[in-house]
């Protein structure tokens, strides 16, 4: 049975500036790099995009965390002079990759990629987006324009390996060019063999009620794969909310289960996370000791602003009726 979930208390935050969008990866000797969009103090609220960066910070058991300096920042020396948003890492041929989304002050968006030999130390590669707004599934640059300003996005990218694969793929936030408006939302796929070629492929999947899928993580446990996704009820069809008026969706992310990565994927089982518990975005991450846990980003309001930090790390499973199941009474380290 469906029930509400109690707001998890914020359990890391940067000395100063705003936290926002977070990503995780977890070093083979175990130490866990947290990554997420920082914006530094001080910025006018008009510009706050113009000034993210990616701040960083670690941790061996994902309760205690130690800033550390910020990992990658816009400027004159590469193409993203405008702002960063969401992206992710993955270990690449003895090197890390990070792939994060890119603007500049011309007007370009694309998804941007940095180099790293320690997680700590970023090069970007400086000319242009390894990947921008093209193929014959996806909305143009011109679409975008003149869509409504809910109704945009190409960014957000996740990178994932398929096991037996040699390739890396990206899941990202795109629309599908055909469809009701205000349905085009989809887990978008491009594939690379070196992380600076990308092809285009159709999308992963489209689940059909969204204007946009926001910070998408695609992973596989035990022989099934999960696809997870945050969204505002608003950007949701009216339809869809009507078919649940327990209002469940109003949750952190929704997690679609599926028996293979092509899919079909499915909202079944344990498919709400964090609902009406005023958090969004979630990632799942391999635990310290034995299986998984998931973190999100609890908002609350500072001085009537909103503020924003991540939450404890909580203990999931996998029920065999499909979906995520948080154990939100056994945080890390409570």
């Known amino acids: ?83 960063i948003a969401t992206g992710s890492v993955i270990e690449f041929g003895g090197r890390y990759a990070m792939l994060v989304t890119g603007y500049s002050r011309t007007g370009r968006v694309g998804l941007a990629l940095a180099w790293s030999d320690d997680l700590e130390n970023w090069t ?38 398929k096991p037996g694969d040699a390739a890396v793929y990206a899941v990202f936030n795109t629309r599908v060019r055909e469809g009701a408006m205000l349905a085009r939302g989809s887990f978008a796929l491009a594939r690379s063999s070196d992380m600076v070629r990308w092809e ?13 899928c926001e910070t998408p993580q695609v992973f596989t446990r035990g022989g099934r794969w999960y696809a997870l996704a945050s969204m505002w009820p608003k950007l949701m069809t009216v339809d869809f909310k009507r078919q649940h008026p327990d209002k469940r969706y109003n949750a952190a992310a929704l997690v679609w289960t599926a028996d293979k990565f092509e899919g079909p994927y ?21 635990a310290p000791n034995d299986g998984d846990a998931i973190l999100t980003i609890r908002m609350t ?27 939100y009474d056994k945080p890390l380290g409570g």
């Open 1 to 83: 049975m469906f029930c509400e979930v109690p707001p998890p208390p914020i359990n890391y935050q940067p000395r100063e500036g705003i936290f926002w969008d977070h990503w995780l990866h977890r070093e083979a000797n175990g130490k866990y790099h947290l990554c997420y969009l920082y914006e530094p103090p001080g910025v006018p609220e008009a510009d706050s995009r113009k000034a993210w960066r990616v701040g960083h910070a670690t941790s061996r058991d994902l309760v205690k965390w130690t800033e550390q300096k910020v990992a990658l920042a816009p400027g004159k020396h590469w193409w993203v002079d405008r702002g």
């Open 200 to 212: 285009m492929l159709p999308p992963l999947f489209v689940p059909g009620f969204i204007t946009r």
């Open 124 to 161: 970007p590669v400086a000319d242009k987006p390894v990947l921008e707004p093209s193929g014959e599934w996806y909305e143009t640059p011109e679409q975008m324009r003149t869509n409504p300003p809910e109704c945009a996005g190409f960014c957000d990218p996740y990178l994932v390996r």
């Open 266 to 286: 499915r909202l079944i089982g344990d498919w709400a996370l964090f609902p009406n518990a005023r958090c969004y975005i979630c990632k799942v991450i391999e």
């Open 301 to 327: 309001h500072k001085d009537g602003k909103m503020v924003a930090g991540l939450s404890p790390a909580y203990p999931v499973s996998y029920p065999p009726e499909g979906g995520i199941r948080i154990h």
